[in-house]
């Protein structure tokens, strides 16, 4: 009895990307790159604002390199 593989759905779009005609793969991707940097950015924004808020709270430690591998090193 032959078993059959799943396919993963990365798989599957990579397939999928395969069969379509060159124009449409470069849009593709231009359009899948615009997303990935809005994504990263909507990413940063969140992270900005979670620092300030723990800065806000009191919450973060301040002070140099030296300091924080002193800090490690104990």
């Known amino acids: 009895m032959i078993e059959k593989k799943e ?3 990365f798989q599957m779009a990579l397939e999928a990307v395969e069969q ?13 790159y615009h ?8 990413y940063l924004s969140q992270e ?8 806000h709270r009191g919450t973060v430690q301040r002070g140099s390199v030296a300091d924080l591998l002193a800090e490690l090193a104990e």
Do not use: D, H, N
């Open 7 to 9: 396919t993963s759905p």
């Open 35 to 42: 997303r990935l940097i809005e994504q990263r950015r909507a």
């Open 20 to 32: 379509l005609p060159l124009e449409e793969k470069e849009m593709l991707f231009e359009i899948a």
């Open 48 to 55: 900005i604002a979670e620092a300030r808020e723990a800065y």
